[in-house]
């Protein structure tokens, strides 16, 4: 299992969040999308939630459009 941590900034303000998962790496729009799940998850308007076939790019965007921004992911051993 590798131990991600993923510094971010949500409405403007520092976080980080760590995850575990069996893959060995983590691009950025699938972190963001962990992000999304993470803060929008229980929202009523599943609107906010990007599609399933939505491209790297509008998984992006649609993070930045709900507040969370300059997602870096850190590679932690675990």
């Known amino acids: 299992m590798a131990v991600f941590v993923l510094e971010y900034r949500f ?4 976080r980080s ?3 575990e998962l069996k893959q ?4 950025e729009h699938e972190a963001a999308m962990h992000l999304l799940q993470l803060h929008l998850g229980d929202a009523e308007n599943s609107l906010l939630m ?3 076939d939505s491209t790297p790019e509008e998984v992006m ?3 930045e459009r ?11 051993e675990g």
């Open 50 to 52: 990007p599609s399933a």
């Open 11 to 14: 409405n403007g303000e520092p």
């Open 66 to 76: 709900v507040g969370v921004t300059d997602i870096r992911v850190v590679d932690r």
């Open 24 to 27: 060995a790496q983590l691009a």
């Open 17 to 19: 969040y760590e995850l």
């Open 61 to 63: 965007e649609q993070a």
